[in-house]
């Protein structure tokens, strides 16, 4: 059974400021990564995924992925009050990719402080 | 844009119903998935689909079942409902070649 591991909060950063969300995986195997965002009561979105170590960047959002240490964390520059939601990091339940879905951490709750 | 469509939004069932739960996406997606989420527990996966009239158990399927009898359409049924099953229920969509899913707005289902 594959773990993701986050950190569930809550992460409380001032306006403005970098938000960095960490997470763990559980099988080496793992290619690709994903962030969701879920804002309360309603389902996860998108934000990005990374499949190569090193950085992607996508407008205020950067995810970093480290293969040897087994995380991959996602940064918020100039953090937003809108930013304020859970942030759900996931794997692939296959590592070789297809049909079988997403393993989802449990999210880490960010609070933006105006 | 993709679109995932959850027909039921808010739910109130008796014990010992039968729930049907659609889901209906617009995007030709192979991969159609049925996840729960509760407090604490986060995220299970309940079944998925790859193909018409394929389904594949996931970590939680015990009470369920699903039908997937068109490629766009995947239903989730609660056989008899039972008030460990109140939930929010996500369905979600991807291709089969890739990991991306996308997921619909959710149905909030409450058995008393």
């Known amino acids: 059974q594959k773990e993701v591991e986050q950190n569930s909060g809550p992460l409380s950063v001032p306006e403005g400021a970098i938000a960095s969300l960490n997470c763990t995986y559980s099988?080496?195997?793992?290619?690709?990564f994903f962030w969701y965002r879920q804002y309360s009561g309603k389902s996860p979105e998108l934000i990005m995924f990374?499949?190569?170590?090193g950085d992607k960047e996508d407008g205020r959002f950067t995810a970093q992925l480290n293969k040897a240490s087994q995380y991959v964390s996602l940064l918020i520059r100039d953090s937003q009050p809108s930013d304020s939601a859970t942030y759900l990091c996931?794997?692939?339940?296959?590592?070789?990719?297809?049909?079988?879905?997403?393993?989802f951490g449990k999210g880490t709750h960010l609070i933006i402080q105006p | 844009d993709v679109k995932v469509t959850q027909s039921s939004r808010y739910l109130v069932k008796r014990t010992g119903e039968k729930v049907f739960l659609e889901c209906v996406q617009d995007m030709d997606h192979e991969n159609m998935f049925w996840y729960r989420q509760d407090p604490g527990l986060g995220l299970r996966l309940i079944y998925f689909s790859y193909d018409v009239k394929m389904k594949e158990k996931g970590d939680i399927p015990e009470g369920y079942s699903v039908s997937r009898e068109k490629k766009e359409r995947f239903s989730l049924i609660l056989e008899s409902a039972s008030t460990n099953q109140t939930s929010m229920y996500l369905c979600?969509?991807?291709?089969?070649?890739?990991?991306?899913?996308?997921f619909g707005e959710g149905s909030w289902l409450t058995v008393v």
């Open positions: 099988d080496r195997g793992s290619q690709s």
């Open positions: 990374i499949y190569s170590n």
């Open positions: 979600a969509s991807g291709r089969f070649s890739g990991n991306t899913i996308y």
């Open positions: 996931a794997v692939p339940q296959n590592s070789g990719g297809g049909a079988d879905g997403l393993t």
